[in-house]
């Protein structure tokens, strides 16, 4: 099982970047698909899960309005669009695949497949 996230970088703040995670492996169509992020010292902090059951959409309230998640399928793909970026953005983004109940989503122990990360700055 691969989870391969790219697409991070150093940006401006307002600035956007898309990151993606390929997946390899792994049943793409059967988990639902999420992001977290982390900063060194601190815990991980759940981003965006798009779930398998209804394909519905859940954000953490601090890129709620600014970031988008979407999958595709026939990619194995997985996508994090992220617009008007803050500093407080700074961090390492996963991707994560799990089939948590609604309740749980933002729990990262619910998640039973990683990426490696790619690191995102923002500067100011």
């Known amino acids: 099982v691969q989870l391969q996230a790219s697409g991070g970088g150093l940006v401006q703040a307002g600035d956007s970047l898309r990151l993606s995670c390929v997946v390899s492996?792994?049943?793409?169509?059967?988990?639902?698909w999420a992001w977290f992020r982390q900063v060194p010292g601190k815990e991980r902090e759940f981003v965006a899960v798009?779930?398998?059951?209804?394909?519905?959409?859940y954000y953490g309230d601090s890129v709620k309005g600014r970031f988008t998640i979407s999958r595709d399928n026939a990619k194995n793909t997985v996508y994090l669009q992220m617009f008007t970026l803050k500093p407080e953005d700074t961090a390492v983004y996963y991707c994560?695949?799990?089939?948590?109940?609604?309740?749980?989503?933002?729990?990262?122990?619910?998640?039973?497949?990683w990426g490696q990360g790619t690191q995102v700055t923002v500067s100011s």
């Open positions: 492996g792994l049943g793409f169509a059967s988990y639902s």
């Open positions: 994560a695949a799990g089939n948590p109940i609604l309740s749980a989503i933002t729990d990262e122990t619910m998640y039973n497949y």
């Open positions: 798009i779930r398998l059951s209804t394909g519905r959409t």
